[in-house]
C-alpha cells in the first residue's frame, strides 16, 4: 500500500471515530502529521459504507496482531531499528529516543510558522541558534534559515556542522528558556545532534539560490568541512546514482505531473535513465507529456523536485533503497 492510499486509509478511520475520540489521536501526532491528515479529512467529501467496513478491519486486524506487549521496550526498539537501519542509523535515532529529555519548549517551535520562528531567534547567538535547529525537522531548519540575513545564516550553519552534540546540561537550560518565552511551550549523556549530516541535509533543502553562498562560507573557515558536507548531501542530480530498483521504487511514490515538472530542467541522462524504468507504452506516454510541458518558474521545478528527494530520502530511512552521496564511495 502507498503512503498516498495508506494516509486516505488513516482519514477514513478517523473520520469512523468521532469528534471526541479523533480528537484525541490527534494529540499523539506531529504538527506534520496533524497537517496531512487534516487535509486528507478535508478531502474526503464521502464514502461507501464497504469502505469504512474494510479500513476498519484492517485496521483491528493490525491492532490485533501489534498488541502483545514486550518485557523490555528499551531492549525492543534497539533491536528493532538496529535490524531495519543498521547500527550507525540506528545509533543516531537511540539517542533522541531513550534519552528522555524533556524538549517541550523546543517541540512547541515545531508548531509555529518559519517566519514566527526566524524572529524569535533573530538576535539569539548562532550557536543558541543551532542548538535549536537541530532539534526541528530538516525542511522546517531551512525554511528558518531563509528568513535569516546571510551572515547570520552561515555562522548558524557552521555551528551546526562542527556541533558534536550537546549536553544535557545545556539542552535543559535551552528548552526552558524556550518554555519560559513561548509560555507554555534529563537525560544522562550527550545527545547526538548536529554534525556534518545534519547541515547537509538542512543545506539540502535551501535550494540552489542560497546552498551556494552558505557552503562558500563554511569553504573559507574549513575548506575539508565544506567538503565532507558536500560529500553528505544529495541532491536531485543525483538520481543518477540510483539503480533501477530504487527509481522504480521511487515511480511507484511519486505523482507523475510532480515528475514531469521536476524533470523540466533535469540533464536528459536523467530523464533518459527515468524514463528507461518505465514501461514502454508508460514512458511513451511521459515522454510526450514533459515535452509538451511549457515554460515554468525556476522555483517550481525546484519545488516538485524536493518533494521527489524527500521521497527518496523516506524510502532510505525505511530501508527500502540505497542512496549514494556526494562521494562514489561512501553509502547510506
Known amino acids: 500500500m502507498s503512503a498516498k ?11 469512523s ?57 528499551g ?17 543516531l535515532l537511540l539517542d533522541r529516543i531513550l534519552s528522555g529529555d524533556d524538549t517541550s519548549g523546543i517541540e512547541s517551535l515545531k508548531w509555529m510558522d518559519p517566519p514566527a520562528v526566524a524572529e524569535l531567534l533573530r538576535n539569539e547567538h548562532p ?3 543551532a542548538a535549536i535547529l537541530v532539534h526541528v525537522d530538516f525542511d522546517q531548519a531551512a525554511a528558518i534559515l531563509k ?35 513561548l509560555a ?15 547541515a547537509a541535509e538542512m543545506i539540502n533543502q535551501l535550494g540552489t539560490a542560497l546552498e551556494g553562498t552558505v557552503i562558500e562560507a563554511i569553504r573559507i573557515y574549513d575548506p575539508e568541512l565544506a567538503q565532507k558536507i ?3 548531501m544529495f541532491v536531485f542530480d543525483d538520481l543518477l546514482k540510483l539503480d533501477d530498483r530504487a527509481i522504480q521504487a521511487m515511480l511507484k511514490e511519486v505523482p507523475t505531473d510532480t515528475l514531469i515538472a521536476a524533470l523540466k530542467a533535469a540533464p536528459t541522462q536523467l530523464k533518459e535513465k527515468i524514463i528507461s524504468n518505465m514501461s514502454t507504452r508508460a514512458g511513451e506516454s511521459f515522454r510526450e507529456d514533459l515535452d509538451s510541458r511549457g515554460p515554468m518558474r525556476l522555483s517550481e521545478v525546484e519545488a516538485n523536485q524536493k518533494e521527489i528527494l524527500k521521497v527518496v530520502r523516506r524510502l532510505a530511512d525505511e530501508g527500502l533503497i540505497v542512496i549514494a552521496t556526494g562521494s562514489d564511495e561512501e553509502m547510506i
Do not use: C, W
Not at 5 to 15: F, Y
Not at 17 to 46: R, W
Not at 60 to 68: D, M, N, R, Y
Open 147 to 181: 528568513f535569516f540575513s546571510e551572515r547570520q545564516r552561515n555562522e548558524v550553519m557552521l555551528r551546526i556542522a562542527t556541533m558534536e552534540g550537546i549536553q544535557p546540561a545545556a539542552l535543559k537550560d535551552l528548552n526552558e528558556v524556550l518554555f519560559k518565552t
Open 75 to 91: 531492549d525492543y526498539v534497539r533491536s528493532v531499528l538496529k535490524r531495519a537501519l543498521g547500527e550507525d542509523k540506528a545509533a
Open 17 to 73: 471515530l468521532g469528534e471526541e475520540e479523533a480528537s484525541q489521536v490527534f494529540k499523539h501526532l506531529s504538527p506534520k502529521e496533524v497537517q496531512k491528515l487534516g487535509e486528507a479529512i478535508a478531502k474526503t467529501k464521502s464514502m461507501s459504507r464497504e469502505r469504512v467496513d474494510l479500513v476498519v478491519a484492517r485496521f483491528t486486524a493490525i491492532a490485533e496482531a501489534q498488541s502483545l506487549m514486550v518485557s523490555d521496550t
Open 230 to 232: 558536500m560529500d553528505k
Open 5 to 15: 492510499e495508506s494516509l486516505q486509509d488513516a482519514a477514513v478511520l478517523m473520520m
Open 127 to 129: 550557536q543558541i541558534v
Open 184 to 198: 507554555g511551550a534529563e537525560g544522562t549523556r550527550k545527545n547526538s545532534l548536529g554534525g556534518v549530516k545534519t
